[in-house]
């Protein structure tokens, strides 16, 4: 065999990429960088996630904007174009399957579309001889070979400031997905064979305004997800925080008393059966469903950052805070800093991440939902309404 030639055995240990997108980077616990994938985006964008085409696999990044939602090919990033999915204004996105979840138009209701469909019709709208812009179009001038389906009774959620969000519960596998409404909570379970949500519970309860948090978290023993929808201050001994939740699997719905002041909370996160991650306007407190501060050896109790956290996304082992000029990440252990990205010139905003929901083990602990594609955009400081540039987190070990 002559040198330099791979040996079957060499090649079987080779790994396969499990998509077509950017060049792999060193899977390192540090050194994470913002990497470009478009230059001077127009578009007023909400929100994204991603999708692998199960076909090419072709990675895209979806985005939802006023304008509709738009997809890029991260394989293709050398056409520095964007092709229109849906020409509807979208405020939230989730991809389920080869299903898309969208919170669509000016009455913003919740739909299902198929990702196959909406592909194949945005490259026959591709071949109009018009000039008007598709959002424009009369829906029956719109070629349909995806036909967006309405969920019921999800008209004008109150998700257009909080997204719904979805979960899995470990212990049972069933998949549900949350609403929250002027003066209700709506609950609604993944039927696999039907490829479809379907509602299970509807319950009626007055809902804080501004909703500032909107999280749901599993408990073993309960059988659908709590909705938290509160956090004031504790009130026991060693309490640091508390938790207002609506009970799904009561008659009746509990929830923080009105004069209970609310703390100003960022974002809830549910890590491991019995650890929420509560991001607080410059720090980050551990605790469990009763709100005690929780440290262990894997766990710092509490984590401290020098500006204002606007929002965060969880690692295996460290989180990263996002705040107005770039991001900073801080180990789960030991509180230190593990990767900084800072840039004064820029304004930056995280879009969206991608959460692994399927990777827990409920007897363990072991995997918490850790993002697939971190998405964000960044404008210039000294010019906020210019067009943005589009960038995906890469670099950190959790990022593929």
């Known amino acids: 065999m002559p040198p330099g030639v791979p040996t079957r055995k060499d090649k079987k240990d080779v790994p396969k990429p499990i998509s077509n997108g950017l060049p792999p980077t060193p899977k390192v616990h540090m050194g994470a ?15 994204a996630t991603s999708w692998i085409n199960p076909d090419t696999r072709d990675q895209y ?21 964007m092709e229109q999915l849906f020409p509807r204004r979208c405020t939230w996105l989730y991809v389920m399957n080869s299903s898309l979840l969208s919170i669509s138009g000016k009455a913003s209701q919740l739909y299902s579309h ?67 409404f002027q003066s209700s909570v709506m609950l609604l379970e993944w039927v696999e064979s039907m490829q479809r949500f379907m509602l299970i519970k509807n319950i009626d309860f007055p809902l804080p305004c501004p909703l500032e948090v909107f999280e749901m978290l599993v408990v073993p023993e309960q059988t659908y997800p709590l909705i938290c929808v509160a956090v004031s201050k ?51 407190k551990i605790v469990n469903l009763l709100g005690r501060l929780k440290s262990s050896r894997k766990l710092s109790a509490e984590l401290t950052f020098n500006f204002q956290i606007e929002a965060t996304v969880c690692l295996q082992d460290s989180v990263l805070a996002f705040w107005r000029h770039g991001m900073q990440g801080r180990s789960f252990k030991t509180n230190e800093v593990t990767q900084e990205i800072s840039d004064s010139t ?42 943005s540039n589009l960038y995906i ?8």
């Not at 994938?37 to 578009?43: R, T």
């Not at 692994?356 to 971190?374: E, H, I, K, W």
């Not at 987190?393 to 593929?400: M, Q, T």
């Open 114 to 180: 198929s990702l196959g469909g909406l592909f194949e019709q945005a490259r026959q709208l591709q071949k109009l001889p018009v000039a008007i812009p598709t959002h424009k179009l009369p829906d029956k001038m719109i070629p349909r070979y995806s036909t967006p389906r309405r969920v019921p009774l999800t008209r004008t959620p109150l998700s257009m400031c909080k997204p719904q969000l979805m979960i899995r519960n470990p212990y049972t596998g069933h998949k549900y997905l949350c609403g929250a």
């Open 234 to 284: 504790g009130t026991e001994l060693n309490q640091v925080v508390r938790f207002g939740t609506v009970n799904p699997n009561s008659t009746s719905s509990w929830f923080t008393e009105a004069n209970t002041p609310q703390t100003c909370v960022i974002h809830v996160t549910q890590l491991e059966r019995d650890t929420i991650l509560v991001c607080l306007d410059r720090s980050i």
């Open 346 to 387: 820029r304004i930056f905003r995280l879009l969206g991440s991608d959460r692994r929901a399927d990777c827990r083990d409920p007897d363990t602990d072991r995997g918490r939902a850790l993002p697939r594609v971190v998405v964000l955009e960044s404008r210039p400081t000294d010019n906020p309404t210019a067009h």
């Open 61 to 81: 990044l979806i985005f939802g904007a006023e304008e509709g939602i738009y997809t890029l090919n991260l394989n293709e990033l050398h056409e520095t174009s």
């Open 393 to 400: 987190l890469a670099g950190h070990e959790n990022s593929y």
């Open 33 to 47: 960088c913002f990497s470009k994938v478009f230059n001077g985006c127009p578009l007023k964008i909400h929100c």
